[in-house]
């Protein structure tokens, strides 16, 4: 007699399918946002009956193909393409008065940062709590990166100044506090630091200092007075004049000080693909259309600048004098699969094993590295 699955599980396995044909639904409405840019800027229409008709041809031979009704199909799938014809026209009214040329370089950098404060100053309240939710590949590199900081650090011992340069709302300055004396967290938006600030009530006043700080214009430390430089998720990529940030990172750390930088992974598995058709589990993916990094918060994706770099790109960004002592990537399996699989934890704890022995072959969405001043 075979094993027969009961109504609860039936039902589990039902919503996980049901939550990626959401997902993939809404993956679609993006894609359509693209097209009416696309078309705005050539004063092409939004409908057009003949590609509609061709769509829902090719939806009619797919779903006999797949053993169901095609008239059922293409119920679905008129709704569908109606929904992303409605969307189209909404951006389109929304957008109507912006120019069609291309903005300049100074101008396209500006737009970039005002979306970045925009982004931090809607979610700094909940980042630490709902930033990553639901994006598990975000969520177990952000675990993976601070093992390894809290491992660099171990030796210090609660003696010497750590800074956090990107702190946001000071996940990473916190978790070093009992390996320095002081921490102090650095990040261009104010609502992150006061974020930030509100978490330290009821510590001592000189163990944490959170300040609003643009980092391209220098970092507010002494020579040589720093144990340890902290740039995590990305953050490195994050940077436009990153050659003289790390110049000032080299400047300010002690001999033999430590500085741990994740940088966006040109060579990762996920953007060696063309295109993946499913929403996967990072919160914040690399465009290479607009040469920018997507972050998703909600319903809302915020475009703002980063940079993916190769591993060669990366060793040749070093100063002279801080040396690279330890690479990884990570993560790479997990970066690529759809969200709704991680709601199981056996496939949380699988994938999460099969990435750390990947961490060596060059296919993770992240690099990560410790360089040491000579």
Sequence with gaps: MFDQLNLEQIGKRLRQVDQELVALMGQRMRLSLQVEEYKRTRNEAIFRPDVEKRRLDEVCELARHHGMNPEFARSVFYA?????????????Q???????????????????????????ARCAAI????????????RLHADFEQSMILAACRHYRGTGLAIDLGCGT?????????????VVGYDISPDMIDAARGKCAGVPPDKFQFEVADLEEGIPQPNGSVSFV???LGFASDIRLLPKVLREVQRVLIPGGTAFLSFYNAEALIYRWE???????????INPRKHCLNVQIDDEVYEIHARPYTIDEVHDLMPRGLPIVKLATHPAVCSIMPDVLFDDKRVQDSVATIDEKLADE??????????RKS
Aim: aromatic letters at 12%; one cysteine or more.
């Design 80 to 92: 569908i393409i109606g929904e992303s014809c409605k969307m189209q026209m909404i951006q389109l």
């Design 275 to 285: 295109f993946i058709p499913w929403p996967v589990g990072l919160a914040a993916e």
């Design 170 to 182: 000071g996940r990473i300055a916190f978790a070093l506090a009992d390996s320095f004396t002081q």
């Design 94 to 120: 929304k957008n109507a008065n912006l120019p069609n040329e291309n903005m300049d370089e100074e101008q396209w950098n500006a737009r970039l940062k005002e979306n970045l404060l925009n982004l931090t």
């Design 362 to 371: 060059n296919m993770g969405a992240y690099i990560t590295v410790l360089a």
């Design 230 to 232: 902290a740039m995590s």
């Design 127 to 138: 980042y630490d709590e709902q930033y990553d939710a639901g994006f598990y590949a975000t």
